[in-house]
């Protein structure tokens, strides 16, 4: 369990990691190739966005691997489901329909919750 805990948070944590710098450090015409919905988000907003998905990444690996407050990933995969749930909304609302990302990060992070609970 630990093994596969450390494999799908590793994978989850890289991905957020890199998702979150992107929206923290690209421009608004930058972005919109990969990121249809940026236009409907003011950019601090965004900003903000990437800086939760940084901290959230570190908040997957830093707590058990440190042991201190592991409780902490758990809280962190929590949080990932309930931003891709809202993401989800965020793209069914718009023009921009593709939720596949969206739907399996959100059963990753799911995942990545039930194995914390036994780390």
Known sequence: ????????????????????????????????????????????????????????AIGLVLPPLTGIAPSLATAAAVCFVLLQTGAIAVHLTGADRRIALNVGLTVTAAVTVWLATGV
């Open 1 to 56: 369990m630990n093994i596969a805990y450390w494999i799908v948070a590793g994978l989850l944590a890289l991905f957020y990691c890199y998702a979150g710098t992107l929206k923290v450090t690209r421009s608004r015409d930058r972005l919109r190739p990969m990121m249809a919905w940026v236009d409907r988000i003011p950019l601090p907003a965004v900003r903000a966005l990437g800086t939760v998905e940084i901290l959230g």
